[in-house]
């Protein structure tokens, strides 16, 4: 089978929240279907849909490039004003090409929200060049800062950031940005990127912005957009596209698009070439956890759940011994020890600190163990719960234990437990939320001035 001559590299997938309006299943489909064998995914300021695509699309034979469009702040990310700049922010892609490039973009996306937030989460050039290795730089859309800069006339300015950028990247990790969107701003920016390129000896490369995936859901896309930003499609001073050119085109499409400049189409399959991320799942990475004393860590968990049973059960009866050891074994043999004694430790701390700690949810509450440690408060025996619910050695995969703190004072268990085994062990998940029928209709009839 042929493979295509183009590769999609500036993508926006639903995870560009109320703005990208792409679905995984469909996008990789079609990217199957145009024979397209490397597809890149460049959220907005996130990698919120990182991990889906990549599992996405190496299961449909297609290589994950993965990237984000961020956000870079017009100074410091720690100066909180707009300069005089849209979304007090330029655009930028980056593109993973190893490993480190990810451990950088993961780095610049936290940064981003944890100290340059400000409308958008920022970063900015510094932290740019101290988190660049491993990644390719694009210049992104005419919101882009060398974009900007030439719609404003300015093309020495703009020269002289195409230069910063090139040197920041070092050669070849940075391309100036194409797009052939119809909109007449673009089509003067494309010419000064070129003229740029030329005088700077910087690749051009071509993409599409991709935030949709057929030319018809343009304007599905339009209400999208006026539901993020509160607006009706009847309001003319609403975000919008201009044209509705933002759609995932096809190979030949992009080639009659970019003929006069094929080397742009050419440098889509020479990144795709360079950038080859592989991410292991099935390697768990837990932090360490050092028992008192040196003690061995199965000897030291053995240890609490022998106290525990002095404080749960006056009485031992038969069944108890036999619950115990069974389940140890099988902690042990699944190498979950460590495991059990972080949750412990930090349910401790929240307790010994008279922070709220609810009695535990799910299949947890099956573990005798987890009773004996206080990380649950029902006992699994009186209910007749089943330990294999919660931890099955035919079924390989991480326990999960569903805990609740008191809201007010959680952040003092994240505090310790980040300071005891390290920011770099320690993540919080989101949680997304997504429009059912009802609320659709309502907003895409409010939006439509109904």
């Known amino acids: 089978m042929a493979r295509s001559d183009f590769i999609h590299l500036h993508l926006h997938t639903q995870y560009s929240l109320l703005d990208g309006a792409c679905r995984l299943p469909e996008l990789i489909n079609l990217a199957k279907q145009y024979k397209m064998d490397s597809l890149a995914i460049t959220d907005h300021g996130n990698m919120f849909g990182a991990v889906d695509f990549y599992l996405e699309a190496q299961k449909n034979g297609i290589k994950p490039i993965i990237g984000s469009e961020v956000y870079i702040a017009p100074r410091s990310r720690f100066d909180k004003s707009s300069s005089g700049i849209e979304e007090a922010a330029y655009h930028l892609i980056l593109l993973v090409k190893d490993e480190t490039g990810y451990k950088n973009l993961t780095k610049l996306v936290s940064m981003g929200y944890l100290e340059g937030f400000y409308y958008r989460p920022r970063i900015d050039k510094d932290v740019l060049a101290s988190h660049h290795q491993g990644l390719i730089g ?24 195409a230069d910063e950028f090139s040197q920041l990247f070092g050669k070849d990790n940075f391309y100036l940005e194409l797009q052939e969107n119809k909109i007449p701003e673009q089509k003067k920016v494309n010419l000064g990127l070129i003229k740029i390129s030329r005088e700077l000896k910087i690749p051009l490369v071509a993409t599409n912005d991709v935030h949709y995936l057929h030319k018809e859901q343009a304007s599905a896309h339009e209400a999208l957009l006026c539901i993020q930003t509160q607006a009706t499609l009847n309001d003319s001073n609403r975000m919008r596209f201009q044209t509705d050119e933002f759609y995932f085109k096809s190979p030949e499409e992009m080639l009659g698009a970019f003929a006069e400049t094929p080397e742009a189409i050419t440098n889509t399959l020479e990144i795709a070439k360079r950038c080859n991320l592989e991410l292991d799942f099935g390697k768990i990475h837990l932090p360490k956890y050092e028992p008192p004393g040196g003690m061995p860590k199965d000897d030291f968990l053995r240890h609490l759940c022998k106290e525990g049973l002095k404080k749960r059960y006056p009485v031992i009866d038969e069944q108890i011994p036999g619950r115990l050891e069974h389940e140890l074994k099988i902690i042990k043999e699944m190498g979950f020890t460590s495991y059990f004694l972080i949750v412990w430790d930090f349910i401790s701390y929240a307790k010994n600190n008279h922070i709220p700690v609810g009695p535990g949810r799910g299949s947890a509450a099956g ?3 987890s009773y004996l440690l206080g990380i649950t408060d029902i006992d699994p025996l009186k209910y007749k719960l089943l330990f294999e619910r919660f931890l099955n050695p035919e079924r390989l995969s991480m326990p999960d234990i569903d805990i609740d ?5 959680r952040h003092e268990v994240i505090d310790y437990v980040t300071k005891k085994y390290g920011q770099e062990n320690v993540a919080q998940i989101i949680t997304f939320g997504t429009m059912q029928a009802r609320a659709v209709v309502r907003d895409v009839g409010r939006v439509m001035g109904l």
Do not use: H, M, T, W
């Not at 210049?139 to 002289?160: H, T, V």
């Not at 703190?405 to 004072?409: A, D, I, S, V």
């Open 138 to 161: 694009l210049s992104a859309c005419l919101k882009g800062e060398i974009p900007g800069l030439l719609q404003q006339d300015r093309f020495n300015d703009a020269l002289k950031v």
């Open 405 to 409: 703190f008191c809201y007010e004072r």
């Open 367 to 369: 573990s005798l163990v």
